[in-house]
C-alpha cells in the first residue's frame, strides 16, 4: 500500500475510534525468576491509559474463529480496535464497566506495524 493510501486509513480510523472512545489502562503481568528454573508471577505493569473503540465481534476485523462440527464459532463476543501504534499484548488484562477482560489475539500478529492502519485485539471475558 502506498503512503498516502495508508495515511488515509490511518485518519478514517481515528473517526471510527473518536465517534465512541473508550479510555484502556491495561495491566501487563509480568514473571519473577525463583533461581531454580522457574518463575512466579510478578507485579503486573500498569501501562498509560489507551484510546481504542470496543465493538461487537465481526469476523471481517479478526480471523478468530474456531472451526467445529456445527460450523465456524466466534470465541469473541468483543474487540478493541486500536491505532497500529498501541501498545498491547496476549495476556494483558483490563477492566471496563466493571467488567474484566483479558486480550486473547492481537491482529496483526507481527510486530511490524508500519503497513496497517488499526490493531485488532479480540477479548475474552474473565468474571
Known amino acids: 500500500m502506498d503512503k498516502q493510501g ?4 490511518r485518519k478514517n480510523l481515528d473517526a471510527f475510534i473518536k465517534a465512541d472512545p473508550v479510555q484502556i489502562t491495561l495491566s501487563r503481568p509480568t514473571q519473577v525468576d525463583t533461581g531454580n ?5 510478578g507485579i503486573p505493569l500498569t501501562l498509560n491509559p489507551q484510546q481504542m473503540r ?7 476485523v479478526s480471523d478468530d474463529v474456531q472451526n467445529t462440527q456445527d460450523g465456524q464459532l ?4 468483543y474487540i478493541l ?4 501504534n498501541v501498545d498491547a499484548q496476549k495476556g494483558d488484562e483490563f477492566s471496563h464497566n466493571d467488567v474484566n477482560y483479558r486480550i486473547h489475539s492481537v ?3 507481527s510486530n511490524d506495524r508500519a ?9 475474552e471475558v474473565r468474571d
Open 115 to 123: 503497513n496497517t492502519d488499526r490493531v485488532t485485539l479480540v477479548l
Open 81 to 84: 480496535v486500536g491505532r497500529y
Open 54 to 60: 470496543l465493538v461487537p465481534f465481526k469476523r471481517r
Open 37 to 41: 528454573g522457574g518463575w512466579k508471577p
Open 74 to 77: 466466534m470465541l469473541a463476543t
Open 107 to 109: 491482529e496483526p500478529k
Open 6 to 9: 495508508l495515511k488515509i486509513l
